[in-house]
Each structure stands twice: as C-alpha cells, then as structure tokens.
C-alpha cells in the first residue's frame, strides 16, 4: 500500500512537471481553461440566435453545466491515453518506468491525477465567467453539494476507467491511436446527453448513450446545481435510484478497465510493443 502511494505520488510531480514546465503556474492553468471555455462562449453565442438572453433559458443552463463538467472526462480520459504515447514516443522511457516495482497502471492513474486536477481548475474558471459575466443563474444556496460530490466522484472513477481502456489500445497500436480518445470524446459528447437529449437521439445512440455512465453523471450534476433536465427519459427517474445504478455502472467499467487494460499490457509484452516505437 505504501509502494502504491509512493508511486502515486511520484507520479504526480512528474506528471505536472511535465505538463508545465514551460510557463508560470497561473499562466498555465489559464491556458488550460481556454479550449473549454471557448466551447462555452462559442455555445452561449450560438444560443443568442434563438433567444436574446441565452441565460434566462433553462435548457440552454442545462447545456452549459453539462458541456463544463463533461470536459472533465474529456481530459481525464485523454490525459491517461496520453501518457503511453509521451513516455514511449517522445521521450522513450516507458521500459525503465516498467520495470519498477509498483503496478504500471498506478503509474498512469497517478499522471492522471494532475490532469484531473487542473481539469478542476479549468471547470471553476469556466463556472465563474458562466456565472458572473454571461449571467448563468446559479448561486451556493441553490447546489446540493453532497450529490455534486458523490456524482462527480463517481462519474471520474468512470473517466478513469475509460481512460484506461484507451492506454491498453495505446499499448499495441501506433502513435496515431493518441487521436482515439478526443474521436471518442465527440461521439460521446453527442450520446451523452450534453448537447441534445439522449431521447432524439436514433436508436443505436440512444443504446450507447443509456449504456455510458457519463449520461447519469451529468443528468446528477445537473440536478445537483438545480438545472432543468435535458432529457424527458431521464427526468422520470428518481435521483437516488439514478445515483445507485451510477454507482453500478462505474464498478462494471472499473472491472471491464482492469481487465482491458492487462490484457493488451500483456499481449505488448509478448509481441515487444511495449516500447517499440512507432515514430512515422
């Protein structure tokens, strides 16, 4: 347990060393915020051609709470699937990282964890400007915190997942698959519940998106903050009985992610693409 926190934690500094060694600190997580915070305006400004005051709409509070958090899984998952592709191309040190004596996925989920937390800095950034400049009407009296935190919790353990199962992909495919994670990333954004309701959505995406934990989590962040819910399926369900199968949800994707993830880590291991590198 020690050797797991110690690598963890190690993990950590190297990851965002790496992630920000090039800038100021505050520099950085301003930059981080930008592309999220881009896709919010450019959605705020869009809505604007259908009404005046795109914050006084409901749906259009629902679509903005949704696409802040959901960037979260965008980069968690990315962030994972990013560090077999950095450490094996780039700087070539995934066979010394290998042989040490913690678990390799421990390694990775420790990297993801700077990326989660400046994910969470971008969130706040995006929220704020939300809130105090486009005028989003959402205030401390009116978020149920404990279900934030429980949603958020769940439907992270739920990007970490996916996350993982991107690495394995990661670990026997060329350095191209590092675009698998943001192709995944847009078809998850249309399913999901985050730009449209999963209702209107045909058949085969109403499937994969009831199917994906990430739909529930942010139909919960939605109710945490007092939003309207986007989908009138989803609206029907109680959000104890939601947050349970939630929870359900992300033990089945912890498992599947696990086993993925040792599988392609072993099918590397006896093709020798653990470190071989694919540099065209």
Request: with cysteine; net charge positive; charged share 10%.
């Amino acid at each position: 347990m020690n050797l797991a926190l110690a690598a963890i934690k190690n993990a950590i500094w190297i990851g965002w060393e790496m992630e920000s060694n090039w800038t100021k600190k505050w520099i950085y997580f301003i930059y981080a915020a930008v592309r999220p915070m881009a896709l919010c305006l450019i959605l705020y400004f869009l809505y604007m051609t259908k009404e005046a005051s795109p914050a006084t709409d409901e749906n259009f509070v629902a679509m903005y709470i949704g696409n802040a958090f959901f960037n979260i899984f965008i980069a968690v998952a990315g962030g994972i699937s990013w560090v077999i592709i950095q450490d094996r191309e780039h700087f070539r040190i995934i066979r010394y990282i290998y042989v040490a004596p913690s678990p390799f996925w421990v390694y990775i989920v420790g990297r993801a964890t700077i990326v989660l937390a400046i994910s969470l800095v971008s969130l706040a950034i995006v929220m704020a400007v939300g809130i105090l400049f486009l005028g989003i009407p959402i205030g401390p009296s009116n978020v149920d915190f404990g279900l934030l935190f429980v949603s958020t919790f769940l439907g992270l353990v739920s990007a970490t997942c996916v996350g993982l199962i991107f690495a394995g992909v990661c670990l026997i495919t060329a350095r191209h698959s590092m675009l698998m994670a943001e192709g995944a990333g847009a078809v998850f954004l249309l399913t999901c519940g985050i730009l449209y309701p999963v209702d209107i959505m045909p058949w085969f995406a109403k499937i994969l998106g009831y199917a994906l934990p990430m739909t529930y989590w942010i139909e919960l962040v939605r109710r945490a903050f007092g939003a309207a819910s986007f989908s009138p399926a989803l609206a029907g369900y109680g959000t104890t009985p939601m947050l349970i199968f939630l929870a359900v949800l992300s033990v089945i994707f912890t498992w599947i992610a696990l086993r993925t993830f040792r599988a392609c880590e072993d099918s590397a291991k006896r093709s020798g693409k653990l470190d071989q590198t694919t540099n065209y």
